[in-house]
T-cell receptor
Framework: KAGVTQTPRYLIKTRGQQVTLSCSPISGHRSVSWYQQTPGQGLQFLFEYFSETQRNKGNFPGRFSGRQFSNSRSEMNVSTLELGDSALYLC??????????????FGPGTRLLVL | TQLLEQSPQFLSIQEGENLTVYCNSSSVFSSLQWYRQEPGEGPVLLVTVVTGGEVKKLKRLTFQFGDARKDSSLHITAAQPGDTGLYLCAGASDSSASKIIFGSGTRLSIRP
């Protein structure tokens, strides 16, 4: 079974631009979560999508948005990029079943550098 | 606000030595997970502990969940260079991804 894939793996943008990152979950997984990882703040939850609906949201400004398609693939968009948005953006997928503890499987991440 | 503190932040030891990494919180978690992350990759789940006092072993790695489910430890016996990486603990208060809190990580380096 293929793992979680993220594209692109590396990206360089300048301040003010916008960026779209893509995540393909493991086949059969319906939940996709996005995280931002930085040396200073560690891993922080951005949002979770399940069946094309945002199910949960972290404490990030509205410049960070996402969506999920009918095939469970997800995209994350960051508008008006700031230097502080430079980070590793990780996507994780799970089956998304209600209740109980589910294992999340992480992709390799997209490393974004904002200049 | 729930916080998970990991210690130490950095650890560099000689191959063959033993080490323990700690993950502490003032909050109670329904489960706690340990991940290892290598450079350029996403975190990989090592273990999930759900019962207070639970001990799980994975080859040379021993994981323990505190009795009160507020803390956890990871002990590595006879460390190998392949154990090098960033170790993250993550506590969950329910099944929702937004309720998973990650620790800041322990960067482990094993010198040959």
């Amino acid at each position: 079974k293929a793992g979680v894939t993220q594209t692109p793996r590396y990206l360089i943008k300048t301040r003010g631009q916008q960026v779209t990152l893509s995540c393909s979950p493991i086949s059969g997984h319906r939940s996709v979560s996005w995280y931002q990882q930085t040396p200073g703040q560690g891993l922080q939850f951005l949002f979770e999508y399940f069946s094309e609906t945002q199910r949960n949201k972290g404490n990030f400004p509205g410049r960070f948005s996402g969506r999920q398609f009918s095939n469970s693939r997800s995209e994350m968009n960051v508008s008006t990029l700031e230097l502080g948005d430079s980070a590793l953006y990780l996507c994780a997928s799970s089956r998304g079943r209600a209740g109980g503890q589910e294992t999340q499987y992480f992709g390799p991440g997209t490393r974004l550098l904002v200049l | 606000t729930q916080l998970l503190e990991q210690s130490p932040q950095f650890l560099s030891i000689q191959e063959g030595e033993n080490l323990t990494v700690y993950c502490n919180s003032s909050s109670v978690f329904s489960s706690l997970q340990w991940y290892r992350q290598e450079p350029g990759e996403g975190p990989v789940l090592l273990v999930t502990v759900v019962t207070g006092g639970e001990v799980k072993k994975l080859k040379r790695l021993t994981f323990q969940f505190g009795d009160a489910r507020k803390d956890s430890s990871l002990h590595i016996t006879a460390a190998q260079p392949g154990d090098t990486g960033l170790y993250l603990c993550a506590g969950a208060s329910d099944s929702s991804a937004s309720k998973i809190i990650f620790g800041s990580g322990t960067r482990l380096s094993i010198r040959p």
